[in-house]
């Protein structure tokens, strides 16, 4: 990716530990929540396979339900019917806790695995969250080979779902897809499907951005938008920063260390509208300086630091120091 160059800061020596924390931290953060359901479906003579498939996919579209009932913010009806309608997508990591058949049904409860943080940001009202500040991309069309007819508003509208896609962005975001049927997979009845997009931006922010995702299912055509919408969800998370901006936190008295990757985890997880918090360096006087990047602006991000509670610490003394800037103390 090719981006335009940052401010460069100083860092101490200290910022290295606290950058090994926050990797560790990032890196051992679970997303994904197991949600158990269960579904039936009839089954005639010689039928049972088929039954056992249509019992399993409306134990997974149950189970995304449960989560999406489950999420604790105001959520956008056409939004989570665009959800719902790729319920593979967003289950595609289950396993089958218990089978029972019997000569007219069977019936199947399952365990499956739903990344709670990204399907909270992808459902929840933008109008009800956070504040506005960068337009995000204009969007510039996609075109596409080897793939199934893509309807653009598919792709489009979950991209503005995210924040990604905006009717007064001032840089224009162009998709190119790439679709291959990998084939069969060996011992099973499944088959795989590859999907790549290339992302470029035409205007104020030059960028190139490659994601590549695989898809699995019985037919080669559903594989396929697993792995698509697979991808439409990765890229908005590689381009969430260029989108919307970012913000400076700076946090006093940020020790012990761990402390900052529990805080940096919240934000994450649990603020709508943060998509990214990274260690950007430590300051003269021994502040923490973390960047934040998504759609919120200061304001409402003081807000939510206000309304949040941590294990262990707790925030005090906020202040905006400007648009882009906020100050905490840990204590």
Not at 4 to 31: E, I, K, M, N, Y
Request: hydrophobic share 45%.
């Amino acid at each position: 990716m090719r981006r335009q160059h940052r401010p460069t800061r100083t860092f101490r020596h200290g910022a290295w530990a606290l950058a090994v924390v926050l990797s560790l931290s990032s890196s051992a953060r679970v997303d994904a929540a197991p949600i158990e359901a269960s579904a039936s479906a009839s089954a005639s003579a010689g039928e049972a396979d088929r039954a056992r498939d249509r019992a399993i996919s409306a134990a997974r579209k149950a189970a995304l339900e449960q989560a999406i009932a489950g999420i604790d913010t105001p959520v956008d009806a056409d939004a989570v019917k665009q959800v719902l309608g790729r319920a593979e997508a967003w289950t595609a990591g289950y396993r089958v806790l218990e089978l029972r058949s019997s000569e007219t049904s069977v019936e199947v409860r399952i365990e499956a695995e739903i990344d709670l943080p990204r399907l909270r940001k992808r459902v929840a009202d933008a109008s009800a969250g956070a504040g506005q500040r960068p337009a995000g991309f204009a969007w510039g069309g996609l075109r596409s080979t080897g793939c199934p007819a893509i309807a653009e508003a598919g792709i489009r509208d979950p991209l503005r779902a995210y924040g990604i896609v905006a009717a007064n962005g001032e840089t224009t975001l162009s998709l190119a897809i790439a679709c291959t049927d990998r084939g069969a997979v060996t011992h099973t009845r499944v088959r795989a499907a590859a999907v790549e997009i290339v992302a470029t931006t035409a205007g104020a922010t030059k960028l190139e951005l490659r994601v590549a995702t695989q898809g699995f299912a019985e037919e080669p055509g559903a594989a396929t938008q697993i792995a698509l919408d697979r991808a439409v969800a990765e890229l908005a998370d590689a381009l969430a920063v260029e989108a919307r901006g970012d913000l400076e936190l700076r946090v006093e008295r940020p020790w012990p260390a761990a402390r900052v990757g529990i805080l940096a985890d919240s934000l994450r997880q649990a603020v709508i509208g943060v998509d990214l918090v990274e260690l950007a360096g430590i300051a003269s006087d021994g502040s923490v300086v973390l960047r934040v990047g998504g759609r919120i602006d200061a304001a409402t991000l003081g807000r939510r630091l206000q309304e949040s509670s941590f294990p262990g610490f707790a925030l005090v003394g906020l202040r905006v120091d400007g648009a882009h800037a906020l100050r905490v103390r840990m204590q």
